[in-house]
């Protein structure tokens, strides 16, 4: 597709399950980032792709968070064991590189009942 | 620590004057700033950015200008139409935050409304 696409657009689970949301970015970007926003705050930065260096995962807020991509396509974002506070927009975006402008995906809204 | 501020949560004004965007920062690494658009139930969208080196880009009716010594950059629109009316979300990056590269830090947005 031409822009970032993520799946599922909602996802609404109980507290203690795992989730995985999907993100598959514009083709030929070599740079992916996981970001959440939860109700009324800012972006949070999660996890950085860039290639296939090693991803920077300083934002994972615990280690129930994980994320893969493989080369440079789909990457999934792994929530186990979810709480109430993961509730947010997970947001996915991708850039043809380092430091250019970011393409946002629609996000997938979560909720943990 | 809030390394991005956008004091101002939100902002309306009247159409076909004049909007003023404000964004502090901490981190006087931070090189490349860049301003996102988002409307509800959409991801951001970029808009406009600056670099470091310079003190002000234009684009249209939207302008960012970048005060250094302040570490403060503003996004002006002129004139501003109802369509303008989203979260504007302010971000920065260094070339290697935290040891990363690429890494965005966004402050938490902007309200605008503008009114007919």
């Known amino acids: 597709g031409a822009g970032v696409s993520q799946s599922p657009s909602n996802k609404v689970t109980e507290k203690g399950k795992d989730v995985e949301l999907r993100c598959d970015p514009i083709?030929?970007?070599?740079?992916l980032y996981w970001y959440r926003q939860r109700l009324g705050q800012g972006l949070e930065f999660l996890i950085y792709f860039q290639g296939n260096s090693a991803p920077d995962k300083s934002g994972l807020p615990s280690d129930r968070f994980s994320a893969e991509r493989t080369g440079e396509s789909v990457s999934t974002l792994t929530i186990q064991r979810t709480q109430q506070e993961d509730s947010a927009v997970y947001l996915c975006?991708?850039?043809?590189?380092?430091?250019?402008?970011?393409?946002f995906g629609s996000g997938t809204q979560l909720s943990v009942l | 620590d809030q390394q991005v501020k956008q004091n101002s949560p939100s902002l309306s004004v009247q159409e076909g004057r004049i909007s003023i965007l404000n964004c502090d920062y901490t981190?006087?690494?931070?090189?490349?700033f860049l301003w996102y658009k988002k409307y509800p139930a959409e991801g951001p969208t970029f808009l406009i950015s600056?670099?470091?080196?310079?003190d002000k880009n234009e684009d249209g009716r939207f302008t960012v200008f970048l005060n250094k010594s302040a570490k403060h950059l503003s996004l002006h629109i002129v004139p501003s139409q109802p369509g303008d009316s989203a979260v504007y979300f302010c971000?920065?990056?260094?070339?290697?935050?935290?040891?990363?590269?690429?890494?965005?830090?966004f402050g938490k947005g902007t309200k605008l409304s503008v009114k007919p």
């Open positions: 600056i670099s470091s080196i310079k």
């Open positions: 083709s030929g970007h070599t740079a």
């Open positions: 971000a920065a990056s260094s070339p290697n935050y935290g040891g990363s590269q690429g890494n965005l830090i």
């Open positions: 981190n006087s690494m931070f090189d490349y």
């Open positions: 975006a991708s850039s043809p590189r380092r430091n250019e402008k970011l393409f």
